[in-house]
């Protein structure tokens, strides 16, 4: 079996917990809708690969979809990732409510942060992509977890909508009590459903281990066959180590340095 040095620098492992979503995102990469099958990760494999990350010395854990609240055994996913790694998951924050909230809290802890897209500081800038009424939901959402004393980052897509008001974005999470080290901003990436925006592959962007029930890729950006590194999910280390091949390579090609997209 492959083994692998300590990483050269962080790691990070992103797990596609699933593809259904209750929104259908104009731009989103993953191809997730309401319509979309759900393909789930599942519990045992994220345990395994969780095991596996840490034991390669991965710096943080990141779960996305879909929208991986849809999910009944994710809270058992984040309680067993964030017991081990700072581990993130992320969200629109429309569907945390009630039951799905309190499920939440009960596994609460200082490695866990939630993780959700906002992308204005008005809802004509966020629904233009997301849907109509969605801002409002997610920023109740966010207010609701914070409530709750949940530590939330917000990641924003740089659209044409909300290009120009950027800013706006910024003086919206700063009321929110939101510091600025909590909030990125990444440029729109032409994938998934996405026509417009970056053309972004392995030669361009930095590495993060990404795996769903397809096999493991180079980046969360994109699960297409162009980014994937193997079809087995398991042993981790073959594919931090192919990866680490690939990145020689294409430093020896003399391509342009590689960028941190998320």
């Known amino acids: 079996m492959p083994t692998c040095q300590a990483p050269a620098f962080l790691w990070k492992l992103w797990l596609y917990t699933n593809y259904d979503c209750n929104l259908r995102c104009s731009y989103c990469v993953a191809k997730s809708s309401p319509n979309a099958p759900r393909r789930a990760l599942g519990l045992a494999n994220v345990q395994r690969l969780i095991d596996e990350a840490d034991d390669l010395g991965f710096s943080e854990i990141f779960f996305t979809g879909g929208e991986p609240f849809i999910l009944n055994d994710i809270y058992a996913m984040l309680a067993y990732s964030s017991a081990r790694l700072r581990t993130n998951v992320l969200t629109n924050a429309m569907i945390l409510r009630g039951q799905r909230l309190d499920r939440l809290c009960a596994i609460a802890n ?153």
């Open 110 to 262: 200082e490695k866990l942060i939630v993780q959700v897209s906002l992308d204005g500081g008005c809802a004509e800038d966020h629904d233009a992509y997301r849907g109509k009424g969605s801002w409002q939901k997610t920023v109740e959402g966010i207010q609701l977890l914070q409530e709750r004393g949940f530590r939330v980052r917000l990641s924003t897509t740089e659209t044409p909508a909300n290009s120009a008001r950027l800013n706006d974005v910024c003086e919206f999470h700063r009321k929110l009590g939101i510091p600025d080290e909590d909030h990125f901003v990444r440029p729109l990436a032409k994938r998934g459903y996405s026509r417009e925006g970056l053309d972004l592959n392995m030669t361009n962007l930095n590495p993060e281990v990404t795996v769903n029930l397809d096999g493991v890729f180079w980046h969360p950006l994109s699960t297409d066959a162009d980014m994937q590194i193997s079809r087995s999910l398991f042993p981790l280390a073959e594919s931090v180590t192919r990866i680490r091949h690939q990145v020689d390579e294409i430093a020896r090609n003399g391509n342009a340095g590689l960028m941190t997209f998320t």
